[in-house]
């Protein structure tokens, strides 16, 4: 699912990376592999959210809705963050990132895509937590998050558009305290 939501935001990335690469290392291979070190990262932060998932079974379900609140709450300030902007401005200029952390070989393009998927990580955390508490199999919810993240990341001013999202998650925070927005745990599939 992952996979499925961050491959167009990595798009850019992969073009330049394949660009940027002397003729000598530009290959398919170095570029598969940038793209599989991005993976590697966000992959990581999957089996971890499965892990927790597993470990913590059902036993937090009276606590969903004061839990998803807090999350929410918190996933809205994550996004008014400074490290939040910092992330997020590596991922808007990844030239920027080529020219400060090339690494030349297959290796080097591995070790480079898992770095920079750990930039996009940082720049996508709060909308992460946002979709683990919404829903992580609600397909509206994986819909709208992957536009807003495509739209900060390749917009004219879309960095502009962490602010008004953090604003929003944090609403959305509120309106799950009280039972407007209900929320059953981590996989619901309500409403697709």
Known sequence: MMVAMMTPSVLPALLIFRASAPVATSGTGSTFNFG?????????I???????????????EAWYRPLGALALVL???YQLSRWKHACL??????THFFLQHWRPGPAGALLMGIHHGWYCVGCCAGLMVALMTLGLMNLWWMGAIAVLVMAEKW??????????????LMGLGVAVAF????????????GM
């Open 155 to 168: 917009a004219p001013n879309g960095d502009r558009l962490a602010a008004p999202a953090g604003f929003a």
């Open 46 to 60: 999957g089996i971890g959210i499965g892990a927790l998932r597993w470990v913590v079974g059902t036993e937090l």
């Open 75 to 77: 996933a809205g300030a």
């Open 89 to 94: 401005d590596h991922c808007r200029t990844p």
């Open 179 to 190: 039972g407007v927005i209900p929320v059953g745990g981590p996989m619901q599939m309500e």
């Open 36 to 44: 599989a070190g991005y993976f590697v990262a966000w992959s990581a």
